[in-house]
């Protein structure tokens, strides 16, 4: 199954720029139906804006964008560029502009509605959709905080603990990281601690992505 990052939720910032209000806004959607609900709410809600330009990415979907009456290549293809170095899909984005008087020029505008975007996902987050080994750790108190470095070094995200006679934990590690995972807390425990693979689940977590 692919394995890619997708927005965790709705995310929303804006910033000014010479008199020029943006605001950027990022939606999680699974089709292009569900984009084009997005933008089509997007022009309702902000009908006085002077431009609602936008860019979706769909995983093998289409990949559209428009300028919404921006000049030709100052917004929407901008703002797809952002959503491909970020290496997001299953992504709507639109960057509403409400003028201020004031002409930002052909690269003005390519920084503004590029920013727009790149703030709009920033405040969405990052989730990764792959496959998640599920894994059962109880271990000693005394592990605990150790257990939590080797998990972040995995990219792991420890979903749930419980403090008992011992800590137990339900840990997700990517398939391909849940042997050596295992074999390095044997390792570092000299046998100690074992832990057990309870299943695998296909969905999307938020990751931290540098």
Known sequence: MDEYLVPTGFGEDEFTEKKSRFIGRVWPVETEEEALECIQAMKKQHYDATH???AYVIKDGPMRFSDD?????TAGNPMMQVLQRENIYNVCCV???YFGGVLLGAGGLVRAYTK????AIDAAGKSMK????VLYIPCPYTYYERMKLEVA?????????????EVELEILVAQADAKPFLDKITDMTSGTVEGLETGLEYRAFPVEVE
């Open 69 to 73: 009456g921006e000049p030709g290549g």
């Open 116 to 119: 727009g975007a790149k703030i």
């Open 52 to 54: 609602n330009c936008w």
């Open 130 to 133: 792959r496959v998640w080994s």
């Open 95 to 97: 960057v509403t502009r």
């Open 153 to 165: 070094a995995f990219g792991g995200i420890i979903r749930d603990t419980q403090f008992t006679s």
